[in-house]
């Protein structure tokens, strides 16, 4: 597999992180934001599997990566799908815009209100949710 980014990507940490906790190998190569084979869609980091599909999600590459056990899978995905319609979402307005504090505080609340009491998300296994 090969995970194709470019410098200072945040969203490739969380890609490698999987990597690392299944133990499955990943070679990097960092590339241009112009590099023309990334140009549709124009997104870094993208993961080239070893079956020949092109991941440019994050979240569904890391649990591509780190699949979680069924019966947990769901729970999972629930978090998957709140980092990226509530928390990248808000991450990115606060860049632009110090006025989004709150909304970006009161997300950060409804994750510590999730963990509170437990060391991981979902149950007491870490999964790509944490």
């Known amino acids: 597999m090969f995970l194709f980014t470019n410098e200072n990507n945040s ?23 112009e590099d023309q084979r ?11 599997t070893d079956h020949g599909d092109k991941i440019f999600s994050s979240n569904i590459a890391s649990n591509f990566l ?5 019966n947990l899978a769901q729970k999972v995905d629930v ?8 928390l990248q979402p808000a991450l990115v307005e606060l860049s632009r815009k110090m006025d ?12 510590e209100l999730a963990l509170d009491g437990k060391d991981f ?10």
């Open 11 to 33: 969203h490739s940490l969380k890609i490698l992180i999987s990597a690392e906790l299944s133990n499955t190998p990943v070679k990097i190569e960092i590339v241009s934001a």
């Open 38 to 48: 990334f140009q549709f869609p124009q997104r870094l980091p993208v993961l080239h």
């Open 66 to 70: 780190f699949r979680p056990p069924l």
């Open 79 to 86: 978090w998957i799908f709140w980092d990226g319609t509530k």
């Open 100 to 111: 989004e504090f709150p909304v970006l505080k009161k997300l950060l609340s409804e994750l």
């Open 121 to 130: 998300i979902v149950e007491e296994m870490l999964t790509v949710a944490d």
